[in-house]
């Protein structure tokens, strides 16, 4: 079955600048990759997501990057702000034959002021 | 009901007790999953539902039965409750196989196994 890699676990970055957390999966077929983002005491909510016949995805300050040769995706945040403390959470799934998501183990994401 | 909706929101449960845990979605999705939520282990499959009428197991379906009776609920059982089952739950659910859309997600079950 499908794997998924998430790094880093917890990530600091000041307020303004860019965050970057990075997901490796393990099975070829993937070919659909959402992140998601929960605050504290709430459910995870999609904020973007990237299907394999792209290699880039951006909505305002969030973009998503896919490089299906090495398996890897990653979520770039930019001017990031104090209500951008959250975890994050990756996912891949293959289309299919198989609804399921795989999630990564998440990135605790703090702005500092 | 406005998308999908778990109850209850929290619980407190003596080990042994048996427990239902309700999901309720009206968006008519097809597909339907529990996952549970422990620190730094990320989100874990439980169980799953691709359609009314049929279930499926995920990653740690030992301990928890569910059912599909229709497509708006898909409840989670845990017979007979121990420690380790203190987690939050979330039900999930999704558009048609193949749809490419992400899930939604309800707000969670906080349950406590003492």
């Known amino acids: 079955g499908e794997n998924v890699e998430q790094h880093p676990s917890t990530l600091s970055v000041q307020e303004g600048d860019s965050a970057v957390i990075k997901c490796t999966y393990s099975?070829?077929?993937?070919?659909?990759f959402p992140w998601y983002k929960q605050e504290l005491g709430k459910r995870p909510q999609l904020i973007i997501d990237?299907?394999?016949?792209?290699g880039e995805k951006k909505d305002q300050r969030i973009a998503v990057t896919l490089n299906k040769t090495a398996k890897h995706f990653s979520l770039h945040i930019t001017e990031t702000q104090p209500e951008d403390s959250a975890v994050y959470f990756c996912?891949?799934?293959?289309?299919?034959?198989?609804?399921?998501?795989?999630f990564g183990t998440g990135t605790r994401l703090t702005i500092i002021p | 009901i406005a998308g999908i909706t778990q109850a209850p929101t929290s619980q407190i449960l003596a080990a042994g007790r048996r427990m239902t845990l309700r999901c309720t979605q009206d968006?008519?999705?097809?597909?339907m999953y529990w996952y549970r939520q422990d620190l730094g282990l990320g989100l874990r499959l439980i169980h799953y539902?691709?359609?009314?009428?049929?279930?499926g197991k995920g990653e740690v379906p030992d301990g928890y039965s569910v059912s599909r009776a229709n497509t708006d609920d898909f409840p989670l059982t845990l017979a007979s409750a121990v420690p380790s089952q203190t987690s939050v739950y979330f039900c999930?659910?999704?558009?048609?196989?193949?749809?490419?859309?992400?899930?939604?997600f309800g707000s969670g079950t906080r349950l406590t196994v003492v």
């Open positions: 999930a659910s999704s558009e048609s196989q193949g749809s490419g859309y992400g899930y939604t």
């Open positions: 099975d070829s077929a993937s070919n659909y």
């Open positions: 990237i299907r394999s016949n792209v």
């Open positions: 996912a891949a799934r293959a289309n299919f034959g198989n609804e399921k998501l795989t």
């Open positions: 968006m008519r999705h097809n597909a």
């Open positions: 539902s691709n359609t009314a009428g049929t279930t």
